[in-house]
Structure formats: C-alpha cells, structure tokens
Nanobody, 115 residues
C-alpha cells in the first residue's frame, strides 16, 4: 500500500519559516519524481516545485526565491523548506509521487500564515 504522509504544517507569522516533510512508503522512492503542490481555498491546486530521481529540481517562479525542495532517498522523505512566508502562502500543501503510469498523492498538511 502506497502512503505519502505530509507533516510540518501549522500556523506561522508572516516572515517566518516552516519545513514540510513527506514520508513515503510502499514505493521505490528513489525512482520517483517528487513534487510539492498547494491548494488555497477557491483556487486550483498548483505545482510549487519538483525534484527528479536524479535530483534535478524545477521551481516555480513565484516561490523559487523562498521555497527549496529536497529529498533524502535513504530516508524515503521529501522536504520543502519555506522561508519568508506570506499570508498568501496559506493553503493545504500536498506531496506527489509520479512515475508513469503511477501518480500518488498525500492527504495534505495545512499551512496558515498570519499577518
């Protein structure tokens, strides 16, 4: 059974930092492209950053100066370091694992940034 379990979300003041983690099980983590997405109320889910099995990263322009994706294949864990958080970063953050034809999602973790 595949499980992606996000953690590290919570309430933080604007300007603060959080590090999200996504613990994967049931997959060969190292061969999957992993990604972080978020979905704010009333908005579509959007890709924030992705990292391939070879460690190549893709960052979205709107957050690339503040968010950093990384992975630890030995721990089967994906990370998202988020700095200089803004109220508009408030959303549910999701972990994704993709290797065609498989695509898996975590249950999400809430991040709330207060002004």
């Amino acid at each position: 059974q595949v499980q992606l379990v996000e953690s590290g979300g919570g309430l933080v003041q604007a300007g603060g930092s959080l590090r999200l983690s996504c613990a994967a099980s049931g997959i060969i983590f190292s061969i999957y492209t992993m990604g972080w997405y978020r979905q704010a109320p009333g908005k579509q889910r959007e890709l924030l950053a992705a990292i391939t099995s070879n460690g190549v990263t893709k960052d979205i322009d709107s957050v690339k100066d503040r968010f950093t994706i990384s992975r630890d294949n030995a721990k089967n864990t994906l990370y998202l370091q988020m700095n200089s958080l803004k109220p508009e970063d408030t959303a549910v953050y999701y972990c994704n694992a993709e290797k065609y034809p498989h695509n898996y999602w975590g249950q999400g973790t809430q991040v709330t940034v207060s002004s």
